[in-house]
């Protein structure tokens, strides 16, 4: 089994800071993209930040400058950490991890979803 678990969400005002974790454990297999997402009401999932085995990163247009999202390889964990928050950044946020197994001896990609954490900004 694999769990994403994720932490950090809550209520902040707006030019606040908060820093979501997001730590993987179970038969992941190895892990390659590591990559955080937000979904507002009413609104499509949307990718706020990624990052790769090698540490390139990539972020949204609407969050650049002002979110840093980073990881610990040897705690298989994703951080999001996220400064001067607007409240057009409410929303769930979800962590995705991308890996590949052996599986009958071939590698199979695989994707898993974090259970996601609300973060509120109020102004």
């Known amino acids: 089994q694999v769990q994403l678990v994720e932490s950090g969400g809550g209520l902040v005002q707006a030019g606040g800071s908060l820093r979501l974790s997001c730590a993987a454990s179970?038969?992941?297999?190895?892990?390659?993209?590591m990559g955080w997402y937000r979904q507002a009401p009413g609104k499509q999932r949307e990718l706020v930040a990624g990052i790769t085995s090698g540490g390139s990163t990539n972020y949204a247009d609407s969050v650049k400058g002002r979110f840093t999202i980073s990881r610990d390889n040897a705690k298989n964990t994703v951080y999001l950490q996220m400064n001067s928050l607007k409240p057009e950044d409410t929303a769930v946020y979800y962590c995705?991890?991308?890996?590949?197994?052996?599986?009958?001896?071939?590698?199979?990609?695989?994707?898993?979803w974090g259970q996601g954490t609300q973060v509120s900004v109020s102004s």
């Open positions: 179970g038969s992941i297999g190895r892990i390659n993209d």
């Open positions: 995705n991890v991308k890996s590949t197994i052996l599986l009958w001896g071939r590698v199979s990609p695989k994707d898993y």
